[in-house]
């Protein structure tokens, strides 16, 4: 996509949403940092539904130790793959208790340092936490830049660093959260809506994103149906088959039994 073009798709997606900023619910560095562990494969609704009610009772390095990881299992048992995320609640808070006074870093390298944080949950917490202009491609990101073309790549941090080198300045700060939303609410992964987004005269992809690709094999289902019909064809070819030899034999017997009464008549 064109500079020009990227600078407006920023300006559009800045008047539509002045303020963006993440939908998991925190009131401090600590408290977003366990959000965005939780929040792994998991939606930010069923994040918060579990943050509702453990922050209340414990929301600091000492009180979630405290609650060790059985106590801290009974909060998030309803989030996906709460087992493991406990477990790295847990080692996080140590960690943040022995080597940084009970903060948050803020910096990138302690921050991946600690278990259950990649580069995404970095990224996130640099930015939406202490303001820093980094941007945490997750699937919605990763699926938007590709379709606009924005910063096409392979992978999250090709992506990455595409947005980082095609976003104008001025919007770096928020283009993470507006890309966000989009994929999240417009740009859909399987039927966006296209007829309702406001960046459809600028995007490639507008109108066409979830047709299927030349040469993309048949998904699962389809080849399911396909296979279905193909065997129904074949079943129904070798019943005509052997009903054929079948009937000749009938009509040859009922010729002869013919012959025979006419002869026996005469
Ligand atoms: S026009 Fe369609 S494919 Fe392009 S960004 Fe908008 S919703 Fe996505």
């Not at 919605?140 to 980082?164: D, M, Q, T």
Request: aromatic share 4%; charged share 25%.
């Amino acid at each position: 996509m064109k500079p020009r073009d990227v600078e407006t798709v920023f300006t559009r997606l800045q008047q539509q949403l002045p303020a963006p900023t993440t939908e998991l619910n925190y009131a401090s560095p600590f408290e977003l940092l366990v959000a965005v562990i939780l929040s792994a494969q998991a939606t930010d609704i069923s994040v918060n539904l579990a943050t509702d009610k453990l922050y209340p009772v414990a929301n600091t390095p000492e009180s979630i130790l405290a609650l060790g990881v059985d106590g801290l299992k009974r909060y998030i048992r309803t989030i996906g793959l709460f087992n493991t995320k406990a477990e790295n609640v847990i080692r996080t808070c140590r960690i943040l208790l022995e080597e940084h006074g009970g903060e948050v870093p803020t910096n990138r390298e302690a921050l991946e340092a600690l278990p259950g944080v990649g580069r995404k949950t970095a990224n996130v917490i640099l930015n939406t936490a202490f303001g820093q202009p980094t941007i945490a491609v997750d699937t919605h990101i990763f699926r938007v830049s590709n379709r606009l073309g924005i910063a096409p790549g392979k992978n999250v941090l090709a992506v990455e660093l595409g947005l980082l080198k095609a976003v104008p300045e001025k919007f770096l700060m928020d283009a993470h959260h507006w890309l966000i939303l989009h994929g999240r609410y417009t740009c859909v992964a399987r039927k966006p809506k296209c007829g309702e987004c406001i960046l459809n005269d600028l995007c490639p992809s507008a109108f066409r994103a979830d047709a299927p690709k030349a040469g993309a094999k048949k998904k699962p289902a389809a080849r399911k149906k396909a296979k279905a019909t193909t065997t129904r064809k074949k079943k129904s070819s070798a019943k005509k088959a052997s009903v054929k030899p079948a009937t000749l034999k009938d009509s040859r017997r009922k010729k002869a039994a013919g012959r025979r009464t006419f002869t026996g008549d005469a």
